[in-house]
C-alpha cells in the first residue's frame, strides 16, 4: 500500500513536473523575429510565384550542414511547414515584453496591430491548407495577401521615424 502510494507521489511529482511550461519571456527583439521566422519562410511562399514546389529540389554541395540536409524537407510540405510557421509566429509577435531596436516595447496592447498579427495567422492558416491541396494557382494567389498582411502592418508600425510607435 505504501509502495503504490510513493509510486503515486513519484508518477504525479513527474507530471507536475513535466507540465511545466518554459518561461514565457522574450529572448530577443522584434527585428530578430521578424528576421529568422517570417523573412525566410514569407520568402518559400513568395517562391512558388516562379517555381513549382513540385519540380524537382535544387541540390547545392558545399560540405555545410545545411547544404546537406536542404533536400530533406522540400516541395509541398516545405510550404505547408512555412505557412505554419507565419501563422504560428503571430504569437512570438505578441508577446509581452518583447523590444523594437529603438527601444521602444512592441505595441501589443494596440488593437490595431493585434488585428494586423490577427490577419497574419489568418493568412497563415489559409496559405496551410491550400498548400495541402497542393493547388499551385491559389497559392500564387495567396502570396499576395501574405504580403499584404506583412506591408499593413509594416505600413503604420515600421516607419524609420518612430518604429512601434502608432502615428
Ligand atoms: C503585427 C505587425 C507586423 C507584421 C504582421 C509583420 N511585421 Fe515585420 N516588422 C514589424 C515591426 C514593428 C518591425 C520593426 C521592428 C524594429 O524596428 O524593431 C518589423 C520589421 C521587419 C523586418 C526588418 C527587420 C530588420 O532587420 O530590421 C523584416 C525583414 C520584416 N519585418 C519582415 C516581415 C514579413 C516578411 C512579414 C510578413 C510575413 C512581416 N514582417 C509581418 C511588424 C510586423
Redesign the pocket.
Known amino acids: 500500500m505504501r509502495v503504490i502510494g510513493m509510486l503515486f507521489v513519484i508518477l504525479f511529482m513527474t507530471a507536475v513536473t513535466t507540465a511545466q511550461a518554459p518561461a514565457r519571456e522574450p529572448v530577443g527583439?522584434?527585428?530578430l523575429v521578424?528576421?529568422s521566422i517570417?523573412?525566410p519562410n514569407?520568402n518559400i511562399l513568395f517562391d512558388t510565384q516562379s517555381r513549382d514546389p513540385d519540380a524537382p529540389p535544387e541540390t547545392r554541395d558545399d560540405g555545410t550542414v545545411s547544404a546537406t540536409f536542404s533536400n530533406i524537407y522540400t516541395g509541398w510540405g516545405l510550404v505547408e511547414a512555412a505557412s505554419v510557421a507565419?501563422a504560428e509566429s503571430a504569437q512570438l509577435?505578441m508577446m509581452e515584453g518583447r523590444m523594437?531596436?529603438?527601444g521602444l516595447p512592441?505595441p501589443v496592447g494596440n488593437a490595431d496591430?493585434q488585428q494586423?498579427?490577427r490577419?497574419?495567422v489568418d493568412v497563415g492558416t489559409k496559405a496551410y491548407e491550400i498548400a495541402k491541396t497542393k493547388n499551385l494557382d491559389a497559392m500564387i494567389e495567396i502570396t499576395n495577401d501574405?504580403a499584404g498582411?506583412?506591408e499593413?502592418?509594416?505600413a503604420v508600425?515600421?516607419r524609420y521615424e518612430d518604429?512601434?510607435t502608432a502615428p
Do not use: G, K, Q, T
Open positions: 527583439p522584434l527585428a521578424m528576421r517570417l523573412f514569407s507565419l509577435i523594437c531596436e529603438n512592441v496591430f494586423f498579427a490577419d497574419l501574405v498582411a506583412c499593413n502592418c509594416h508600425y515600421r518604429r512601434c
